[in-house]
């Protein structure tokens, strides 16, 4: 299996430094990578996007989010960049939307993806996501994970109360509850919160947190660099076998 190559930056903007890496792989089980992410420091903006399995044309659904996404830029507060990335992925849920219901178009076939974004700006982030790509925080030793996934899995747990091999029982639990393209009207949650010395963030698809523990990604996270960071999540993530696409991008403020 082929690597991809790891992209790295730093970019220091208006009072900010933003050192980034992100890597993508496909997973043996897929005939083509369905995982996108998009690195862009100059923007402050990072974004995973995962293709929906269960549909044709995954790679491409999730290549237009993280493409569209790449014109948010670091101009304005973090209020009004915030509001572009949410006007950037309403726009790609039409267009999603608009090409798979044309007539004859892709044999009637969704196009869908989720997403997960992070902005920064001096002091501050926002994580906007639809779907169950992750944001986590790795913060004093400490790892949080701070998008909720939209999932049955996640609603089965918390509106019927069940553990999570209850709920893993149900034969729909990986079933999606949001994603860009699966409705007319794209719901989005968004998460801010102030930034420390020291924050490092991740995002992935779930490819990756299924394969690796909170300790292992804690324990790359601990790396001195995002790229060390990448490169150590990847390591132990291939030392078993991986059915599922992987993506990583690790993020520090």
Known sequence: MAHLPITGATVSQAGAHWRSAGRTQRGQARL????????NPHGGCWA???????????????????????????HGNLDQRINAARESLQGVNQRLRQAWTAPGANDGATMGSTVVALLLESGRAACVWAGDSRCYLWRG???????????????LMDERHLSVAQAQAHPDAR????????R????????????RPGDVFLLCSDGLYQTLSHVELGRALSRRTPLQAVEQLFAAALRRPVRDDLTAVVVQP
């Not at 290549?63 to 670091?74: E, G, K, M």
């Open 141 to 155: 030793q400490n790892l949080y994970q701070l998008s909720r996934d939209h999932s049955l899995l996640r609603r």
């Open 184 to 195: 007319s009207r794209l719901e989005l949650e968004v998460l801010e919160l102030s930034t």
């Open 175 to 182: 079933a999606l509850t949001r994603a860009v393209g699966a």
């Open 48 to 74: 995973v996007a995962d293709g929906m399995g269960g549909y044709r044309y995954g790679d491409v659904a999730s290549r237009w989010v993280v493409s569209d996404l790449a014109s948010v830029t670091a």
């Open 32 to 39: 083509r990578n369905e995982d996108a992410f998009l690195d």
